[in-house]
């Protein structure tokens, strides 16, 4: 949606329901492409107190996603620390609007930088992570998944081509066909060429749409998810989408740097799994869900200007092109780093292809 119809929604659903905005805090926009906005976040009040209203087109609001945070804020007995929901005030949903109001919750991230943490950092965002994973095994829900874990990579790689598409430059498109050329030599690899998952097909499972460093607030010692979004995923997304955020602002990093803290990383949720079964999992899905999350960087986030590859509605260029060779980097290490849990490379023409484009 544009940005000056979004704006009109804001206006209308504020006066409606009574909610004065904070003068001293912005609002934000998480952006789907070029002037293309999904909805408007703001922090205010109402006669509920502080509260941050969530406000757009209709959908915005998913009340089925409503009911599963319901039904995850009802199990009892959490251990802690596990990730706690903001109260839900208000919601609407309506032909051409919709809205929720959550309290608000203000706070410190996870971790004090949002490129480098220390090792009791990584253990506590690790324990956050499997004690949050072991409430929504308690979850009681009728919703199933609509496909399996095969499923899910192909359709979001397939996603991030066409959406890669839209972000016009002859550059541009000539590396979109390398970076798809690769997912295909990837997907085949992982799904057809080799057993790789057969022995560690992660299930789907319901988790959080978003797990990352900017996501989570801490407030009074508590982990908050303002803003959740509750869908399946494969197991262990979470932990690796928690990685990737963490590298979407590490391109100021050496690379050597970034692919040891990966290293540092994935040793760290995979030491927390309870079980060795668990453990062995872990280690073969990380890498394929990681290469998930990479290729939708390199076709879409960096070309596209997404968050916080942007500057005041605009590609910052110099940001996106440090970006991208951190993240070409870490595609090659992954290629190099994937076929030796099999015993095989077949990726040696890929990487080439990487080289070329780090010149």
């Given at each position: 949606?544009?940005?000056?119809?979004?704006?009109?929604?804001?206006?209308?659903?504020?006066?409606?329901?009574?909610?004065?905005?904070?003068?001293?805090?912005?609002?934000?926009?998480?952006?789907?492409?070029?002037?293309?906005?999904?909805?408007?976040?703001?922090?205010?009040?109402?006669?509920?107190?502080?509260?941050?209203?969530t406000v757009g087109p209709k959908g915005v609001v998913d009340i089925k996603a409503l009911?599963?945070?319901?039904?995850?804020?009802?199990?009892?007995?959490k251990r802690s620390p596990s990730v706690v929901l903001p109260q839900v005030w208000d919601l609407g949903n309506h032909e051409d609007r919709s809205w929720v109001v959550r309290e608000r919750v203000e706070g410190r991230r996870p971790l004090?930088?949002?490129?480098?943490?220390s090792w009791n950092e990584k253990c506590k965002v690790a324990e956050l992570y499997w004690n949050t994973v072991r409430v929504f095994s308690k979850m009681e829900s009728e919703k199933q998944a609509d496909g399996d874990f095969e499923d899910f990579i192909r359709f979001r790689l397939d996603k991030w081509v066409e959406m890669g598409r839209g972000c016009k430059s002859r550059e541009?498109?000539?590396?979109?066909?390398?970076?798809?050329?690769?997912?295909?030599?990837?997907?085949?690899?992982?799904?057809?060429?080799?057993?790789?998952?057969?022995?560690?097909?992660?299930e789907m499972e319901l988790f959080f749409r978003n797990f990352g460093n900017t996501d989570i607030v801490i407030q009074d010692g508590k982990f908050y998810m303002p803003s959740?979004?509750?869908?399946?995923?494969?197991?262990?997304?979470?932990?690796?989408?928690?990685?990737?955020?963490?590298?979407?602002?590490?391109?100021?990093?050496?690379?050597?740097?970034?692919?040891?803290?990966?290293?540092?990383?994935?040793?760290?949720?995979?030491?927390?799994?309870?079980?060795?079964?668990?453990k062995e999992k872990f280690n073969r899905a990380f890498y394929v869900l990681l290469?998930?999350?990479?290729?939708?960087?390199?076709?879409?986030?960096?070309?596209?200007?997404?968050?916080?590859?942007?500057?005041?509605?605009?590609?910052?260029?110099?940001?996106?092109?440090?970006?991208?060779?951190?993240?070409?980097?870490?595609l090659k290490y992954l290629l190099d780093k994937l076929p030796t849990l099999v015993k095989n490379k077949p990726f040696e023409e890929d990487i080439k292809k990487l080289d070329k484009l780090l010149i």
């Open positions: 949606m544009k940005e000056s119809e979004l704006e009109k929604i804001y206006k209308k659903v504020a006066e409606e329901i009574g909610f004065k905005k904070d003068p001293v805090r912005e609002g934000w926009m998480p952006k789907l492409g070029p002037n293309d906005y999904k909805c408007k976040i703001v922090h205010g009040f109402t006669k509920k107190g502080p509260v941050t209203l009911k599963l945070a319901g039904g995850y804020a009802l199990v009892k007995n004090l930088s949002s490129d480098f943490s541009n498109q000539q590396k979109q066909e390398t970076f798809g050329a690769i997912f295909n030599d990837v997907y085949r690899f992982v799904f057809y060429e080799t057993d790789f998952v057969d022995s560690a097909y992660p959740p979004d509750i869908a399946f995923f494969p197991q262990f997304y979470g932990a690796v989408y928690f990685i990737w955020n963490v590298l979407m602002y590490s391109h100021d990093r050496r690379p050597l740097d970034v692919l040891v803290d990966i290293e540092h990383w994935r040793g760290v949720f995979k030491e927390s799994c309870r079980t060795k079964g668990t290469l998930e999350r990479v290729f939708g960087t390199l076709l879409v986030d960096i070309p596209c200007g997404k968050s916080p590859f942007e500057n005041e509605g605009k590609i910052d260029k110099i940001k996106a092109k440090k970006a991208e060779k951190i993240f070409i980097m870490i």
